[in-house]
């Protein structure tokens, strides 16, 4: 795919998924870390009916602790992964509060140090912080890159790779946005949407498989 097709696509899908957002509800960086570590095998609905209730107790990584791990589990129970998220959450926050003076760390090799946070939470997380160019490469912006041939990896950190040698910069703080959105209304990994695919025209997969 050359570049004047890439970006026609990416035009397109800015211009679909306009007024389109996924809501983050949070009002301080720790409420968005942990609103973000929350959302793994989670909607983001699910996700902002928990954490409207966890942050009447917490606001800071200390309240956590004062909470404790067992309150935490019960208030998160109803998203996916829960066990393993209230323990990155509590070990998490156990470290913000020893070594970073419950302060969010602002660079990516620190916050990779943290309990549960990979690469696509740290890009995430400093994508929307920091109003950069971080790309957060999930399994939905994975398949659209694949499968449209836009950007071609086996693993998340070659297509983020890829991503940023080939879309150009004033699009690189919104694709993973329009790649998740798409990946999840349209471009499914069971039973895709590929016959009213509003990126079809330049799809790889639909022009030579589905055609």
Not at 89 to 100: E, K, M, R
Not at 133 to 143: C, L, P, Y
Request: charged content about 20%; hydrophobic content about 45%; overall charge positive.
């Amino acid at each position: 795919m050359d570049i004047k097709t890439r970006t026609l696509l990416l035009k397109h899908l800015r211009k679909y998924f306009l007024n389109l957002k996924i809501e983050l509800n949070y009002s301080s960086l720790f409420e968005l870390l942990i609103f973000i570590m929350l959302s793994a095998k989670s909607s983001d609905i699910q996700v902002a009916k928990v954490t409207k209730k966890l942050f009447l107790y917490v606001s800071k990584p200390s309240d956590v602790l004062r909470l404790g791990y067992i309150k935490l589990k019960n208030i998160i129970q109803s998203l996916g992964l829960f066990n393993k998220k209230s323990i990155f959450i509590f070990n998490t926050c156990q470290i913000l509060t020893d070594l970073y003076n419950e302060k969010i760390p602002m660079n990516r090799s620190q916050l990779l140090k943290l309990p549960g946070i990979g690469r696509k939470t740290a890009n995430l997380f400093l994508n929307i912080a920091l109003k950069k160019n971080f790309i957060a490469v999930d399994t939905h912006v994975f398949r659209v890159s694949n499968r449209s041939g836009f950007a071609i990896g086996s693993s998340a950190y070659q297509v983020e790779k890829k991503l940023l040698q080939v879309v150009p910069v004033k699009f690189q703080s919104r694709i993973h946005t329009w790649f998740g959105l798409h990946g999840r209304y349209f471009c499914k990994s069971i039973h895709p949407k590929c016959s009213i695919c509003i990126i079809n025209t330049w799809c790889q997969y639909f022009n030579n498989i589905i055609k």
